[in-house]
């Protein structure tokens, strides 16, 4: 089987997405990509990876900025999945990922099977109240995955060998944080005020 990479949100979540690819497969190669400096990614890389990059927070950016540098080096090595930590910022970066590659994302996907080309993953749908097993076609699929969908691998004696950082490419840049003036409350008609609550009977 082809490389599984996985993108983290922490050194952490990096050990539950390696333990999904091990279950995955036995013999895929995987690559770790990590939020955090070279310790981060050093911790993520011993989870079992043969190669860890480090995706440091931008000081003026996101996070998020990495998605163009990330498809251009899948679309390179052409890994079959790509396991992203399903947190706000991941689920950001694994869309932008997918859009760019024009590749199929499963949300909160579960038991992933990969055969060739062939990638099968349970989803939930009805707010939680289904299942869904749906199967796609393609050279690389997404997957977000839970912190807690696996129980974290076990750290290996030798971590993976570091990787130089895909650069964040014009990354959107944070300015600022304005406050925000609170909002004018305009009660002219206090009559017109009703409550459903009966404690609080009708003004």
Excluded: C
């Excluded at 091990?22 to 939020?35: L, M, Y």
């Excluded at 038991?111 to 050279?139: F, R």
């Excluded at 997404?142 to 990354?171: F, N, Q």
Aim: net charge negative; proline share 11%; charged share 20%.
């Amino acid at each position: 089987m082809r490389d599984i990479w996985i993108v983290a949100e922490n050194p952490a979540w990096a050990a539950v997405l390696a333990a999904g690819a091990q279950s995955i497969s036995k013999d895929a190669k995987i690559v770790a990509f990590v939020n955090g400096d070279e310790a981060a990614a050093k911790e993520a890389g011993s989870y079992g990876a043969a190669e860890a990059f480090a995706m440091p927070q931008p000081a003026d950016g996101l996070w998020e900025g990495y998605a163009a540098s990330l498809a251009e080096k899948a679309k390179a090595d052409k890994p079959a999945l790509i396991l992203v930590s399903a947190s706000k910022r991941g689920r950001d970066l694994g869309a932008q990922v997918a859009a760019i590659l024009d590749a199929p994302l499963f949300t909160d996907g579960k038991n992933v099977k990969v055969e060739g080309d062939k990638t099968t993953a349970q989803t939930m749908i009805y707010g939680g109240t289904g299942i869904k097993t749906a199967s796609v076609t393609a050279p690389t699929v997404l997957v977000t995955m839970g912190a807690k969908d696996y129980d974290p691998a076990a750290a290996a004696p030798a971590p993976a060998p570091l990787a130089t950082p895909p650069p964040p490419a014009a990354p959107a840049k944070v300015t600022g944080h304005p406050p925000r003036a609170p909002a004018p409350l305009h009660l002219s008609h206090p009559a017109d005020v009703a409550s459903a609550d009966p404690a609080f009977p009708d003004a």
